[in-house]
């Protein structure tokens, strides 16, 4: 056996061989490549993360409905779960202008509750609470109502302000 492994290799094929793994090695070291990569933010998100829903907008935080990540909002029955001063809510699309926000966080004991478009509440899947859409307690074991926050709506900017 050759010093190299490779009888009959030329020192040329080594020297490329040796090139090829070092190169494997520093791909390797590189990890996924959308941490590091040349394309990569030093600190944020990666060049092609989607536009969050929200934003804020004076003490309030607004959502554009032009914005791909509300496409959930732009039909009645359409809801989606954001976070905003420190709270998990749900944002219900009502009707074509008007919204419903709410804590989604169910007063019993926690859950996240949903939008049942059959009974026109939100409910909780862990005790079967249910709450109106102003937040007011339909059915315990909850006692409390959900916290309940105020919307204004420009229909023509198309742009939701929830009031926090
Ligand atoms: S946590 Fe919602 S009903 Fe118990």
Not at 33 to 62: H, I, K, M, R
Not at 127 to 156: E, N
Request: proline share 5%.
């Amino acid at each position: 056996m050759g010093r190299s492994g490779c009888d009959g290799c030329s020192r040329r094929d080594l020297i490329r061989g040796l090139a090829l793994g070092a190169a494997g090695v520093a791909l390797a070291a590189c990890g996924r490549g959308d941490e590091s990569g040349p394309d990569a933010a030093p600190d944020g998100p990666p060049a092609d993360a989607a536009q969050p829903l929200t934003a804020p907008c004076g003490a309030n935080v607004c959502i554009d409905l032009t914005n791909p990540a509300a496409a959930r909002l732009l039909t009645a029955g359409g809801t989606e779960v954001i976070f905003a001063a420190g709270a998990r809510l749900i944002v219900l699309r009502d009707s074509a202008s008007s919204f419903v926000v709410l804590s989604d966080v169910c007063t019993h004991a926690g859950c996240a509750v949903s939008f049942n478009a059959t009974l026109d509440q939100m409910t909780c899947p862990c005790h079967g609470s249910r709450f109106d859409l102003t937040g007011a307690v339909v059915r315990g074991p909850a006692t409390k109502a959900l916290k309940a926050y105020a919307t204004t709506f420009d229909q023509t900017a198309q742009l939701l302000t929830i009031l926090l």
